[in-house]
């Protein structure tokens, strides 16, 4: 299976930052210039432009700068270019982790209701019922995953987060019932902001096949990179090994995150 795949969704940290001023008494620091550095190279950029931003106009008060947009870097220098008495600073780097956007939105801890979730069949007989909602990452019980009623790649299990959400990853995760050992090997995944119109999910202009599981117990992680924003999400069984049955958990964040 390839790397790109089964990537981790963590890396070294990268940061969006905006920034805050305070001076100590009797000093103060009126503007800056602000230098970044994305890696441990030793190459740097100023903004472009080279944009001075408005420090602080007495001791004591805290002036916001906010960059916009953000200034995404690992190292970040600030160059002061006019103050006060003398140049003196305290400040604060306010952002994000660029990866941070990898939470669990809710399949497992049941946060994503069952009536958001939804298939185009589901197994049903006397002895039990494989429905949509059981398609929850390490459920427990006699009938604890989704199954489809025909094991063909016209069936999909779909999700809808109610909401544009940014969908950062996957976890797949097989079962096993009656002795037999059941998961998804390949997978596609679709999305849709009205949930008619449905886009695969393309690689270098080719429907991208993710690799699922290879047993019915260990959950497997697919990366979404890029992320995908999307309010409706659907995951489409390409291979399996005896019968399609699947437990997942989504990866990401809201679309509209506060910095």
């Known amino acids: 299976m390839s790397s790109e ?3 981790s969704l963590t ?4 940061w969006m930052l905006f920034i805050s001023f305070s001076c100590l008494i009797a000093l103060s620091t009126t503007s800056i210039t602000v230098l970044s550095r994305s890696t441990e190279s030793k190459h740097s950029s100023l903004l472009p432009d080279v944009r001075v931003f408005f420090g602080n106009v007495d001791s004591s008060g805290i002036k916001h700068n906010i960059f916009n947009p953000p200034i995404i870097a690992r190292y970040v220098r600030l160059h002061p270019t006019h103050y006060s008495i003398r140049s003196t600073l305290r400040m604060e780097l306010m952002g994000c982790d660029l990866n941070s956007c990898n939470m669990a939105l809710g399949m497992e801890s049941k946060a994503i209701s069952d009536a958001q979730i939804t298939a185009s ?8 019922t494989w ?3 059981q398609a929850r990452l390490h459920l427990q019980g006699r009938t604890n995953a989704w199954r489809p009623r025909a094991n063909n790649r016209k069936e999909w299990l779909q999700v809808d987060f109610q909401k544009t959400m940014r969908v950062t990853g996957i976890t797949t995760q097989g079962v096993k019932s009656l002795l037999t050992s059941m998961y998804v090997k390949e997978f596609l995944i679709s999305s849709s902001q009205d949930g008619h119109n449905w886009t695969l999910l393309l690689q270098n202009g080719k429907v991208k096949i993710f690799q699922g599981n ?12 890029p992320p995908l924003f999307t309010r409706f999400l659907r995951i489409h069984p390409q291979s399996w090994a005896h019968h399609i049955a699947l437990r997942l958990e989504l990866l990401g964040c809201e679309a509209q995150q506060q910095y």
């Open 5 to 7: 795949n089964r990537s």
């Open 11 to 14: 890396s070294f940290p990268t």
């Open 121 to 128: 069949s589901h197994l049903s007989n006397v002895f039990a």
């Open 131 to 133: 429905s949509p909602s």
């Open 214 to 225: 290879q047993d019915s117990f260990t959950p497997v992680v697919n990366a979404l990179e």
